[in-house]
């Protein structure tokens, strides 16, 4: 087991596409929800690694905008699997001080399941530690475009001047506005794509692809990715001398 002792530079803000559920269970010739169950298992632990890690807010895509195009069996599946985490979950995030909530589209999401995440948040919301932001019918270019309507709205009601639309306030309007951008982005399951998660947000992040499929995402598996996190330079622009202080 790696040590972690060395973590000094931990990201602010980890977000994570968990990919290769299917593909866990495939390679094992068992259907793809046991993939799916499994892949609970992980983000439970994930969890509770990064608050004990001391990570201020995990940010998860778990349901995306596109992923409702499934089979209908599978989309059911995943809506009773999220249900039954997040019921099962609450009072541990209670305990744990973390501060549960959901970033996408919740009207498309079902009302019993729409009821247990409010549940959880509703609970969670006085919480001090780790923001726990599950992206759920989540997708970046239908996020950007309603914040853009919402801008449009109050321009044309007369309560914001076009010139005060700047990256920040622009900002402001998307899902993510109690968050700061991620610093690190992990993707599982070998691919390299950011499929349409937080495509604003993630302008300067750091990217890191593990061929791992998201279920035999372990512990180790999450030190290692943070140890290389602590060696990449985040350079904003700059250059490598400016950012280390040389000129
Ligand atoms: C990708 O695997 C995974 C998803 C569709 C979403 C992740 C879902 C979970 C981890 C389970 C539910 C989540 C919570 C928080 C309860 P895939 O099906 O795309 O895998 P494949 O690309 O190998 O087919």
């Not at 009207?107 to 399941?113: A, G, K, N, T």
């Not at 390299?192 to 937080?198: A, D, G, H, T």
């Not at 604003?200 to 992040?205: E, N, P, S, V």
């Amino acid at each position: 087991m790696m040590p972690h002792g060395k973590l000094s530079k931990l990201p602010t803000h980890l977000a994570i596409i968990m990919d290769g559920n299917g593909r866990w269970a495939k390679a094992r010739m068992l259907q793809r929800i046991i993939g799916h169950q499994r892949g609970v298992e992980t983000v439970k632990k994930v969890v509770e690694e990064c608050s004990n890690l001391g990570i201020r807010y995990l940010t998860l895509f778990a349901f995306s905008a596109e992923n409702w195009f499934r089979p209908k069996t599978e989309v059911k599946a995943l809506m009773l699997l999220l249900k039954h985490y997040i019921i099962a979950e609450t009072r541990r995030m209670v305990e744990d001080n973390i501060r549960f909530q959901i970033i996408g589209n919740r009207s498309e999401l079902p009302v019993d399941v729409l009821h247990y995440l409010d549940e959880a948040s509703r609970l969670t919301a006085g919480n001090s530690g780790m923001i726990l932001t599950l992206a759920l019918s989540y997708g970046a270019r239908q996020e950007i475009a309603a914040a853009s309507k919402r801008i449009a709205v109050e321009v044309a009601a007369g309560r914001l001047s076009p010139e005060e639309i700047t990256e920040e306030s622009f900002a402001r309007y998307l899902d993510t506005t109690n968050l700061p951008d991620p610093d690190f982005l992990i993707r599982t399951s070998g691919e390299m794509r950011i499929s349409n998660f937080l495509l604003w947000q993630l302008a300067y992040t750091e990217l890191y692809f593990t061929e791992k499929n998201w279920p035999d995402f372990d512990r180790d598996e999450l030190i290692k990715a943070l140890v290389h996190f602590q060696s990449r330079e985040r350079r904003f622009g700059k250059t490598s001398d400016q950012v280390k202080g040389r000129v």
